[in-house]
């Protein structure tokens, strides 16, 4: 992911999308969100420092069911920069973004 978030900024993009997490029989849930909010935080800086959004997808993974699991899981960051939005690649998708909230 950091070097995706290299290539976006040298590419002149200003977003990366993410799927964070999968659930499965190996990894429950709880396993799915928790870990995947400790990699994510580690993200934030560089990607705050190059400019780039970590836009977060949903991809039918058994992993943030409904808006409500969504919104709550972006909220967990305490961040000014969380934002939701819509990609053309799935009905649901989040930004932790540099600046702005919106939810």
Same mark, same amino acid.
């Given at each position: #992911?950091?070097?995706?978030?290299?290539n976006?900024? =040298?590419? /002149? %993009?200003?977003? @990366?999308l =993410? @799927?964070?997490? $999968? $659930?499965?029989?190996?990894?429950?849930?709880?396993?799915?969100?928790?870990?995947?909010?400790?990699?994510?935080?580690?993200? !934030?800086? =560089?990607?705050?420092?190059?400019? !780039?959004?970590?836009?977060? +997808? +949903? $991809?039918w993974?058994?992993?943030?069911? %409904?808006?409500?699991? #969504?919104? %709550?899981?972006?909220? +967990?960051?305490?961040?000014? /920069?969380?934002?939701? /939005?819509?990609?053309?690649a799935?009905?649901? %998708?989040?930004?932790?973004?540099?600046? /702005?909230? +919106?939810?």
């Amino acid at each position: #992911m950091r070097t995706s978030l290299h290539n976006a900024k =040298l590419w /002149g %993009s200003d977003a @990366v999308l =993410l @799927v964070p997490a $999968v $659930v499965n029989p190996q990894t429950s849930y709880r396993d799915a969100w928790t870990r995947s909010q400790q990699q994510i935080r580690k993200l !934030i800086p =560089l990607a705050d420092d190059l400019k !780039i959004v970590i836009a977060i +997808e +949903e $991809v039918w993974n058994k992993f943030l069911l %409904s808006p409500l699991e #969504m919104a %709550s899981y972006i909220d +967990e960051f305490h961040s000014r /920069g969380s934002k939701r /939005g819509s990609t053309s690649a799935t009905c649901c %998708s989040t930004a932790i973004r540099r600046t /702005g909230f +919106e939810r």
